[in-house]
């Protein structure tokens, strides 16, 4: 059976979803690219192990832009990238990481995802090796206007839809700018992430109960599930702190639950968060609350 993510709410048609700004950064700019880190959220609530690893590896990765940039035009020899930033957990990881995921903004109207595994040469000199790369490939023109651009990845049990939007609407919470034009700061639309973050937890679900990714062990999907229902506990913990919800401890719960293999633990807290997330629905999409919040409030 295949599962698709867009069988409930949708996104709304709210753009530009991500607009690149005028500021230009690449390797000779490492000191400013180390120092942005530090206005994400991510970083902010990290460990103070968690914060010293993350400059090591994102230093490592400024390093080796050309190397990543080169693995892209080697598939796609006819982009111009403009904007390339880590948008996944393996800044953040506490201990090792099984991949690195990559988004890239090129110019035009563009959409394609892609795995790669071949990559000895860059893997010698990471700080935390890994199992694979994982490139998002969005085109700019994309993010700025309704093109009706397939941005739809098709896995083996799993269709995820609306990529754009999935990953336009947290860009500027989660990503950390490795080269190119840096992404201008834009109020969160609460109703586009709240579709995110229920979207995020029925994947959770279907991998605590095996039904997706059967390709990979139990203790993989546990891992993935978790790291899933902690983004999305992060995410209601940042835009909406009349939760009461503590970033921190988010982090240390995901650590605890992956550490210990604890199912009987990640599926308590799973159904927790989507407790939370289905009565902050009600609010957000029913009644019009919080339509957008000004930039995510860090308290």
Not at 37 to 56: H, T, V
Not at 77 to 85: C, G, V
């Amino acid at each position: 059976m295949k599962y698709i993510d867009n069988s409930t709410y949708k996104y709304n048609k709210t753009y530009p979803i991500v607009k690149l700004s005028d500021i230009h950064l690449d390797q000779k700019d490492e000191g400013v690219l180390l120092e942005k880190i530090k206005d994400s959220p991510w970083y902010i609530y990290s460990s103070d192990l968690i914060k010293k690893n993350s400059f090591l590896k994102l230093k490592q990765i400024i390093s080796l832009t050309k190397d990543v940039e080169l693995i892209v035009k080697t598939y796609y020899p006819n982009i111009n990238i403009k904007h390339l930033s880590i948008g996944g957990s393996y800044l953040f990881k506490n201990g090792e990481s099984n991949d690195i995921d990559f988004n890239v903004i090129v110019e035009g109207s563009f959409f394609d995802y892609m795995d790669v595994f071949e990559f000895d040469e860059i893997n010698k000199k990471l700080f935390s090796k890994v199992k694979k790369i994982s490139f998002m490939i969005f085109g700019e023109d994309d993010l700025l206007f309704d093109t009706n651009i397939d941005d739809t990845i098709e896995t083996t049990n799993y269709i995820h839809t609306s990529l754009c939007m999935r990953e336009g609407v947290v860009f500027s919470i989660r990503n950390i700018l490795v080269h190119g034009f840096d992404i201008c700061k834009k109020e969160i639309d609460t109703h586009n992430l709240i579709i995110r973050i229920k979207r995020q937890l029925y994947h959770a679900r279907l991998l605590v109960d095996g039904k997706v990714n059967i390709h990979t062990t139990q203790e993989e999907r546990l891992a993935k599930a978790v790291s899933r229902i902690c983004e999305a506990a992060f995410y209601l913990s940042l835009v909406f702190p009349e939760l009461k919800i503590d970033p921190e401890s988010v982090f240390e719960r995901e650590t605890t639950l992956i550490t210990e293999g604890n199912a009987t633990g990640a599926y308590s807290w799973l159904k927790e968060v989507e407790f939370i997330a289905d009565n902050i629905v009600v609010k957000v999409l029913n009644n019009g609350y919080h339509d957008s919040v000004s930039p995510y409030r860090l308290t």
